[in-house]
């Protein structure tokens, strides 16, 4: 191939920072936004990640790092998983080989990544707080910068927004908050709110009435132009019924728009009037999820929120299908529904992620989605039992801690029937620490009169939620971890309320394995079998209360060992550890679990092994521990004869 035969370089590959941007002209912006499409498609299609919600930001975040001077402006993403193409025009290109995987760039803003990224701002409906306390402090240390908080319209459906613009509304300082209305968080906005700013798709600007009223009443003598005077003096009764100034301006915010989000000269000028203005201004985009590639475009289900990987000529995923157990959850409870009409099912704007949807598609006015609200959620759950039905609660179980305070008084407190599937719980992998759900078990163990159960398997994920909703004087909680359902791992015996899984002749140590850790705890007698140790393996099901039968069941043995995949730390090892001190026992314990702390995204497998909670690092350290019992017991002598 000649020189002159050399295809030139793409724009995207000239872009290492925001001040390539601004050198590129409007055509070569429409270039460079398709390129990055491309790129994202091509990229994600390898490894998975959060697609549908990029493909809708490319031209708000190129308008944003054109008229903004990132990192001297602050650019907060709301959530964080629409923060890509920041990535890609702050130099992050390279890192899209290994998006979310072990040792490799997070999914979400990263302060250990770029000093463009200053918080990892992947639970919803925060940026607004965060700006609010970031424009004060900028503003008492006499620093003249811009905070720009960048929030889906699925993220103002959660309080924290409404509460931080009462307070933003009160100040002067400047801020540009971008309103990215979609329509969607993960999947349909939900609430009064979503259907007004759906609402305002549809209609024109107030500007394009006046207009209109302009030059009808202009070809009027006399009575029109005073007429026109008097309609342009009410231009704010106007302005309310076709614009959403009143939605915005009650609180005393400027509002610009609404603007084509894929427009990107419309996005820059009504950036730069919000710029100019020196104080609080709300600028609302409308785009679209999924925006420039047709399989997300079409997928009316979440348009390609966050695929795995997938072919990125069909959109059609590459991995196997599996049973998940989030689909063994969304069968188990229609089944129920379809025996108990009091049984309705709740979700925090993620019925799909949640299985929710399933319900939802049989039986849909059993079946709310209350938008990213999960305190609002779980009191209004409170609300619908007190009202004679059984609430099923499903959220993922990181999100389940913005609702402590509910839980434990809305709920607990009243002895409610109130279900809790929480999702995702335990070690999740790629989404990283801050979707990690390994907090439950000891944030939710305090709560009075809570009921815990930890499935290991399909058959004890179903047989556990029936006997949740079946409990009427109380809550109930049924955790399970993401990805695919191992196989079923079937009792050989049962004590009480307590699976026997595995028994040896050989009494040494009892292994307490909570949920999906069962499949590990048996290996782990396996390979303690080779050693010579005899253990049994027992699931209590139901950790929270600890069953009693576990006192004697420890009792029969010279050593007991805990092993979950939350945090140690006031999990069902410290529970255990409890219930044997105040029976009395003086059997040694051993908690095998998380340490607290924030650990790298990856893998669920790849976590827990750098965790040390693999089979073989759990026997090894379990080996020792009994070692040290024989080398530390009291040497027995014999007298001479």
Not at 112 to 141: C, F, M, P, Q
Not at 305 to 331: C, E, L
Request: glycine letters at 10%; one cysteine or more.
């Amino acid at each position: 191939m000649s020189p002159s035969e050399v295809p030139p370089a793409r724009l995207i590959e000239r872009i290492r920072g925001p001040h390539d941007l601004k050198a590129l002209d409007t055509a070569e912006i429409e270039v460079l936004a398709a390129e990055i499409r491309d790129f994202l498609v091509e990229k994600v299609a390898r490894t998975g990640g959060h697609l549908g919600p990029n493909l809708g930001v490319v031209e708000i975040t190129l308008a944003l790092h054109r008229v903004f001077d990132s990192p001297k402006d602050r650019i907060i993403f709301d959530t964080g998983h629409q923060s890509y193409v920041h990535k890609i025009v702050t130099g992050r290109q390279d890192g899209f080989d290994r998006l979310k995987q072990s040792g490799g760039m997070t999914g979400y803003p990263s302060q250990a990544e770029s000093e463009h990224d200053i918080v990892e701002n992947s639970h919803a409906s925060t940026a607004l707080s965060y700006a609010d306390g970031l424009a004060k402090a900028y503003a008492l240390r006499g620093e003249k910068r811009f905070v720009v908080p960048v929030v889906g319209d699925g993220a103002l459906t959660g309080g924290m927004c409404w509460e931080a613009l009462n307070n933003i509304a009160s100040t002067t300082n400047p801020m540009v908050i971008v309103v990215n209305d979609n329509g969607r968080s993960y999947s349909p906005t939900i609430g009064g709110l979503a259907d007004h700013l759906a609402a305002l798709r549809l209609n024109p600007g107030y500007e394009k009435v006046l207009d209109l009223v302009k030059d009808s009443l202009g070809r009027t003598p006399l009575v029109g132009a005073p007429l026109y005077g008097v309609l342009h003096a009410a231009k704010k009764g106007i302005k309310d019924a076709v614009a959403p100034q009143a939605l915005f301006e009650d609180f005393g915010i400027k509002y610009v728009g609404p603007v084509d989000g894929h427009d990107v000269a419309a996005l820059e000028s009504a950036l730069r009037r919000a710029k100019g203005f020196g104080g609080p201004v709300i600028v609302h985009a409308v785009t679209r999820k999924g925006y420039g590639y047709r399989p997300a475009e079409d997928d009316e289900d979440d348009r390609f929120h966050s695929p795995g990987a997938f072919d990125p000529r069909t959109g059609k995923p590459t991995a196997p299908s599996a049973v998940k157990w989030t689909g063994v959850f969304a069968d188990e409870l229609v089944a129920l529904a379809d025996e108990r009409a009091d049984i309705v099912g709740i979700t925090a704007a993620m019925p799909g992620p949640t299985g929710i949807a399933k319900l939802m598609r049989k039986y849909p006015e059993r079946a709310y989605d209350v938008g990213i609200a999960e305190q609002h959620a779980v009191t209004s759950a409170a609300g619908l039992a007190i009202g004679g039905l059984h609430p099923v609660v499903a959220i993922y179980a990181t999100f389940l801690n913005r609702a402590f305070d509910q839980v434990l008084l809305d709920v607990a407190m009243h002895r409610l029937p109130v279900t809790f599937a929480l999702d995702r719980a335990g070690i999740t992998g790629p989404d990283g620490p801050s979707h990690y759900g390994m907090w439950d078990l000891s944030v939710f163990g305090v709560v009075p009169g809570l009921r815990i159960a930890a499935p290991r398997d399909a058959a004890t994920l179903r047989a556990e939620l029936r006997e949740a909703v079946a409990i009427e004087d109380g809550p109930t909680l049924v955790r399970f971890p993401t990805g695919s359902v191992p196989a079923d791992l079937p009792a050989i015996d049962r004590v009480g309320g307590v699976d026997i899984l595995t028994r040896s002749a050989d009494a040494d140590v009892l292994i307490v394995a909570v949920g999906a850790m069962a499949h590990t705890a048996v290996e782990v007698a396996a390979r303690l079998a080779e050693h010579g140790y005899g253990a049994t393996v027992v699931d209590p099901r139901w950790v929270r209360p600890v069953p009693v039968e576990l006192i004697g069941l420890a009792q029969a043995h010279r050593l007991v060992v805990t092993v979950e995949d939350g945090v140690r730390s006031g999990g069902v090892g410290d529970a255990v550890a409890k219930v044997l001190r105040d029976a009395g026992l003086t059997v040694p314990l051993r908690d095998v679990g998380i340490e607290s702390g924030w650990h790298p995204h990856g893998s669920r497998a790849e976590v827990l092994a750098g965790l040390g909670l693999t089979a073989q690092d759990i026997a090894r350290r379990v080996t020792g521990w009994l070692a040290e019992q024989v080398d530390s017991a009291p040497e027995v002598r014999v007298p001479h004869s």
